[in-house]
């Protein structure tokens, strides 16, 4: 049976500039055994190029096909709900050269949505301008809530955090469209091919990450190289399916996937007969 992977990066694959170890041969090992994979991040600043090269940096083989951005999803989204359409931008390269992929003009004024990523240059002034464009009637699309990002020097607010300002000030709720919004997580899928039942989502956040694979049937591996401790697990209602200390732990995913994670339901994948699916389910 085909299977693949989603993979979050930060706190899974590296931390700050730091390859976890092991993560290199799992990642070796998915090439090499032909499993299909794509990095899933919420970070927003970075396009698909900037985040290849990274990887490649720290030693990680990949292409650009194999990297998924919450940006690519905003943008995708946006192209298919208003084609043609036009943005104010709180974010940085990576949301910006998404929009202009998929036909989207970047105006300071009179926007159909104001769109919010990651950024490092906000000022109030900024801020100040997406307030009067939500006010005036642009909607307000946030590419994650990721309240903060964990950096060499300590932390900084996320495109949560801006997004809950604007909220705040205006009276208006934000769509987001990154994990753990099904949007983005249906997306990536798809990117590969792949069924519900034959995707299998690895991460080190439960908010994000778990939570988003939960919400799509999907199967869930929780790492703990990242910001959640297993002890953090009795907190919540929802949990993975399994919990390794770090992905070393995957570094044969071949088998990994037919003796140590349970089968995907395919109750949950797409009915493409319908006839026999009445007559199986009558």
Not at 220 to 225: E, S
Request: with cysteine.
């Amino acid at each position: 049976m085909r299977n693949g992977f989603l993979i979050d990066m930060d706190g899974v694959i590296y931390r700050g500039s730091q390859l976890i170890p092991g993560a290199d041969r799992f990642i070796n090992a998915l090439l090499a055994q032909e499993i299909p994979f794509l990095f899933l991040t919420n970070n927003s600043q970075r396009t698909r190029r900037d985040v290849t090269t990274k990887l490649q940096r720290m030693g990680i083989e990949v292409e650009e096909r194999h990297i998924f951005t919450c940006a690519m999803a905003t943008a995708r989204f946006l192209a298919k709900h208003k084609p043609g359409g036009t943005a104010y931008v709180i974010g940085e390269g990576g949301l910006l050269q998404a929009l202009h992929h998929n036909g989207y003009s970047i105006v300071d004024h009179a926007p159909d949505f104001v769109v919010v990523g990651e950024g490092r240059t906000i000022t109030l002034d900024t801020l100040e301008h997406a307030v009067n464009m939500i006010l005036g009637g642009a909607k307000l699309i946030a590419t994650n809530m990721d309240p903060n990002c964990p950096t060499k020097t300590g932390t900084r607010p996320g495109c949560g955090a801006t997004v809950s300002y604007l909220e705040t000030v205006t009276g208006r709720k934000a769509f987001s469209v990154g994990k753990p919004s099904p949007i983005m997580m249906r997306a990536a899928r798809k990117e590969l091919m792949l069924t519900t039942s034959q995707t299998v989502m690895v991460g080190d956040t439960m908010e994000t990450d778990i939570l988003g694979g939960v919400q799509m049937g999907y199967r869930t591996v929780l790492t703990l190289t990242g910001s959640t401790k297993r002890e953090d697990l009795d907190k919540y209602a929802f949990g993975p399916d399994v919990v390794v200390e770090s992905v070393a732990e995957l570094g044969d995913p071949g088998n990994f996937l037919e003796f140590k994670i349970s089968q995907g339901n395919k109750e949950d994948d797409t009915v493409n007969d319908l006839n026999a699916w009445r007559l199986a389910n009558a």
